[in-house]
């Protein structure tokens, strides 16, 4: 089963999904979330399967985040539009994104990849 890895190389929270994904010998295609975001349907496709609010794929603690005011923007956006905005930019993004297809993990916790990914 190959993974779908999507980070950005100078993330702290990447590297150490990166080193877990490494230590586990996991099959992964790694993505540049900032040179290659995903699409606004791919996006949509991995909010839904993921189960989570689309919200919880934004990057809060992230500058361009607090800079656009895009907590205000998202108050009363439906997913739709917060996928095409998430699209516009990957920093925007929460990372990593991981998925293979079927299970989306959002953000770097051990014991959820260790559920999910072992």
Known sequence: MGLTFYWYPNC??????KKW??????????????????????????IDKSGLPAKKFFNTSGKKYREQNIKEKIKDADAEEMAELLSSDG????????????????????????????
Not at 24 to 46: A, C, F, G, R
């Open 21 to 46: 994904l490494d230590e586990q010998k996991l099959d992964y295609k790694p993505v540049h979330i900032v040179e290659t975001p995903p699409s606004k349907d791919k996006l949509l496709e991995l």
């Open 91 to 118: 920093m925007l993004i929460k990372r990593p994104i991981v998925t293979d297809g079927e299970n989306v993990t959002v953000g770097f916790k051990e014991e959820v990849f260790e559920e999910t990914w072992k």
């Open 12 to 17: 702290g929270t990447c590297k150490k999904a």
